[in-house]
């Protein structure tokens, strides 16, 4: 093996890699899962393209505006914008991201150089590089058509600035991986940022009381103001180095570019040393010594849950048991329970109430109400079109026990609508408060459409689950999404469903019968109840025939 590494280029290297990894995802698209999975993806290409090419657009119009007109400062915006979204863009995302562990790539006769080109060039595959390297060509195009004597300084400029960018957010991955080695650690800054993301558009009033009556010209000024106290960091230089060159002052432009050479070359020393500790073997482990169980405390435990649980058949009692304790295990899950009451707190505030900071004029609870309900159907229901994705090696369990799957799939969705239940019950407590609840036809409706609309997507998504599984990891921030066939079915069914509710609900205005919402709702709900239940036995021989895949995708 060393003999190989030895022989063997750096490119050639590369290119081996390369080579490897083409022929190791064109071995996936042979199975029907992964080419519907791609066909996803590229739909939501598509509709990132639209938004990429549409912010180019406007990046080339305000570069070549800057520049023929003479308002340079338009440039340190322009490039504070792309770097702020270069860095933040990926924590947003980082579940949609490909989980790919370099510290794989350890197994190939790799010389550390080559680990360090491929780890670098692997930060060009990110969405958000792809996104930033676009629109500084576009940046780079409008200052060149305004004046074509800064196209050389303009081009060394997005050379660095892209350079500076990969490097820096490679690094902070780097060090993002290792500081959330351990799950814990990872769920509670897990936790803080969703409550900092929410809590942070509970002062959009107070930031429009204070702009009120200020001039777009003296908000803009501020804002420059603002950007040249940050004049020492990497965008300001690259903007300033621009200016600079645009202004022709030689030496201004040296400096600037130097100032970015020296933070390519700090930068890239740090990440040298943080991928040389993976290189030589660095393993992150979050194993913890063993604990003695209680077995006393245990006992009375599970004799309370036999007590709770009496009243199902015992397979689909352990199954519930079971759903149980890994919700209590997964912080991530626990956590994100939260965002339905802080939703509704905001959007209550927001679009009705007394004092709406959105709208002038208050949204009645009449409509709020079902809106508000709708949405959080749409955040809820979205897991439960990979209720195997915990399961691992585990689900070989349900096909060697003596136990029928409709029972595995019943416990899983009681799981779900008990969850449901939960969250919409205290949903309904704070919009009381907030807002008052409706009017009594408009409630019912309400109640029975969410009836619906579950028991509604409980056959498709259980069907899904067994025909399109994705594994998750616990405690993981990387990789944690369905397979793209899901997430789209999903949202599709989701959007039907809503559609009809949404004209159920109208057309008891228009008839001007408040109860005939309620009536419809009634018998839709009993149909959607009784196809559901019928279903259950279907799916579980559709899960006999998806044996094989569960377990082949579960279990890697």
Same mark, same amino acid.
């Given at each position: 093996?060393?003999?190989?590494?030895?022989?063997?280029?750096?490119?050639?290297?590369?290119?081996?890699?390369?080579?490897?990894?083409?022929?190791?995802?064109?071995?996936?698209?042979?199975?029907?899962?992964?080419?519907?999975?791609?066909?996803?993806?590229?739909?939501?290409?598509?509709?990132?393209?639209?938004?990429? #090419?549409? !912010?180019?657009? /406007? %990046?080339?119009?305000?570069?070549?505006?800057?520049?023929? *007109?003479?308002?340079?400062?338009? &440039? =340190?915006?322009?490039?504070?914008?792309?770097?702020?979204?270069?860095?933040?863009?990926?924590?947003?995302?980082?579940?949609?991201?490909?989980?790919?562990?370099?510290?794989?790539?350890?197994?190939?006769?790799?010389?550390?150089?080559?680990?360090?080109?491929?780890?670098?060039?692997?930060?060009?595959?990110?969405?958000?590089?792809?996104?930033?390297?676009?629109?500084?060509?576009?940046?780079?195009?409008?200052?060149?058509?305004?004046?074509?004597?800064?196209?050389?300084?303009?081009?060394?400029?997005?050379?660095?600035?892209?350079?500076?960018? #990969?490097? !820096?957010?490679? /690094? %902070?991955?780097?060090?993002?991986?290792?500081?959330?080695? *351990?799950?814990?650690?990872?769920? &509670? =800054?897990?936790?803080?940022?969703?409550?900092?993301?929410?809590?942070?558009?509970?002062?959009?009033?107070?930031?429009?009381?204070?702009?009120?009556?200020?001039?777009?010209?003296?908000?803009?000024?501020?804002?420059?103001?603002?950007?040249?106290?940050?004049?020492?960091?990497?965008?300001?230089?690259?903007?300033?180095?621009?200016?600079?060159?645009?202004?022709?002052?030689?030496?201004?432009?040296?400096?600037?570019?130097?100032?970015?050479?020296?933070?390519?070359?700090?930068?890239?020393?740090?990440?040298?040393?943080?991928?040389?500790?993976?290189?030589?073997?660095?393993? /992150?482990?979050?194993?913890?010594?063993?604990?003695?169980?209680?077995?006393?405390?245990?006992?009375?435990? =599970?004799?309370?849950?036999?007590?709770?649980?009496?009243?199902?058949?015992?397979?689909?009692?352990?199954?519930?048991?079971?759903?149980?304790?890994?919700?209590?295990?997964?912080?991530?899950?626990?956590?994100?329970?939260?965002?339905?009451?802080?939703?509704?707190?905001?959007?209550?505030?927001?679009?009705?109430?007394?004092?709406?900071?959105?709208?002038?004029?208050?949204?009645?609870?009449?409509?709020?109400?079902?809106?508000?309900?709708?949405?959080?159907?749409?955040?809820?229901?979205?897991?439960?079109?990979?209720?195997?994705?915990?399961?691992?090696?585990?689900?070989?369990?349900?096909?060697?026990?003596?136990?029928?799957?409709?029972?595995?799939?019943?416990?899983?969705?009681?799981?779900?609508?008990?969850?449901?239940?939960?969250?919409?019950?205290?949903?309904?407590?704070?919009?009381?408060?907030?807002?008052?609840?409706?009017?009594?036809?408009?409630?019912?409706?309400?109640?029975?459409?969410?009836?619906?609309?579950?028991?509604?997507?409980?056959?498709?998504?259980?069907?899904?689950?067994?025909?399109?599984?994705?594994?998750?990891?616990?405690?993981?921030?990387?990789?944690?999404?369905?397979?793209?066939?899901?997430?789209?079915?999903?949202?599709?069914?989701?959007?039907?469903?809503?559609?009809?509710?949404?004209?159920?609900?109208?057309?008891?205005?228009?008839?001007?019968?408040?109860?005939?919402?309620?009536?419809?709702?009634?018998?839709?709900?009993?149909?959607?109840?009784?196809?559901?239940?019928?279903?259950?036995?279907?799916?579980?021989?559709?899960?006999?025939?998806?044996?094989?895949?569960?377990?082949?995708?579960?279990?890697?």
């Amino acid at each position: 093996m060393a003999d190989v590494a030895n022989g063997s280029g750096v490119f050639a290297q590369i290119r081996l890699v390369a080579g490897l990894r083409w022929r190791i995802l064109r071995n996936l698209m042979r199975t029907r899962n992964s080419r519907w999975d791609v066909f996803g993806l590229v739909w939501a290409a598509i509709f990132a393209s639209a938004f990429v #090419i549409g !912010l180019c657009w /406007l %990046l080339w119009w305000g570069a070549y505006f800057s520049i023929s *007109r003479g308002q340079y400062a338009w &440039l =340190l915006l322009l490039f504070w914008c792309i770097f702020l979204f270069w860095q933040t863009f990926p924590i947003f995302i980082a579940g949609f991201g490909a989980p790919f562990e370099f510290r794989t790539l350890l197994r190939f006769p790799l010389r550390f150089s080559t680990f360090y080109f491929i780890g670098l060039a692997y930060g060009l595959a990110d969405f958000a590089a792809i996104c930033g390297t676009c629109w500084l060509v576009s940046i780079a195009v409008g200052v060149s058509m305004a004046r074509l004597s800064l196209l050389p300084a303009v081009a060394l400029i997005i050379v660095l600035f892209i350079w500076m960018n #990969i490097t !820096l957010e490679r /690094l %902070l991955s780097s060090w993002m991986e290792r500081l959330l080695a *351990r799950r814990r650690t990872r769920e &509670l =800054l897990f936790g803080l940022f969703i409550l900092l993301s929410v809590s942070a558009q509970f002062i959009r009033p107070a930031l429009i009381h204070y702009s009120e009556g200020a001039h777009g010209t003296a908000q803009l000024q501020q804002l420059q103001r603002l950007v040249s106290y940050l004049s020492p960091f990497p965008p300001s230089l690259a903007g300033s180095a621009l200016i600079a060159a645009g202004q022709g002052q030689p030496l201004q432009f040296l400096f600037k570019v130097g100032g970015l050479f020296i933070y390519i070359a700090v930068l890239s020393g740090f990440l040298w040393r943080r991928f040389a500790s993976q290189y030589r073997g660095e393993e /992150l482990s979050e194993t913890s010594a063993p604990i003695q169980a209680a077995a006393n405390a245990s006992s009375v435990r =599970l004799g309370r849950k036999s007590d709770l649980l009496a009243f199902f058949s015992p397979p689909v009692a352990a199954v519930l048991a079971k759903e149980f304790k890994y919700l209590m295990r997964n912080g991530f899950v626990l956590i994100s329970l939260l965002m339905p009451p802080l939703l509704v707190l905001l959007f209550s505030s927001q679009f009705s109430g007394k004092h709406p900071s959105v709208t002038h004029t208050a949204i009645t609870s009449d409509t709020f109400f079902p809106g508000m309900m709708g949405y959080l159907i749409l955040m809820l229901m979205t897991p439960a079109y990979n209720c195997f994705a915990y399961e691992s090696k585990g689900i070989r369990n349900y096909y060697t026990a003596p136990i029928r799957f409709r029972d595995v799939l019943l416990a899983k969705n009681l799981m779900y609508a008990s969850i449901l239940g939960f969250e919409i019950a205290i949903s309904t407590a704070l919009l009381s408060i907030r807002i008052g609840l409706p009017s009594t036809p408009v409630f019912a409706a309400t109640l029975l459409a969410l009836v619906f609309a579950i028991a509604g997507q409980l056959a498709i998504a259980d069907w899904v689950s067994l025909s399109f599984p994705r594994k998750l990891e616990y405690g993981s921030m990387r990789g944690q999404r369905g397979s793209g066939v899901s997430i789209w079915i999903a949202f599709g069914v989701q959007i039907l469903l809503g559609g009809i509710c949404a004209v159920i609900l109208f057309a008891g205005r228009w008839a001007q019968n408040p109860w005939l919402p309620a009536e419809a709702f009634a018998v839709l709900a009993a149909a959607s109840l009784g196809g559901y239940f019928a279903s259950l036995d279907a799916l579980s021989g559709v899960a006999e025939k998806k044996k094989e895949v569960l377990i082949e995708t579960l279990s890697k």
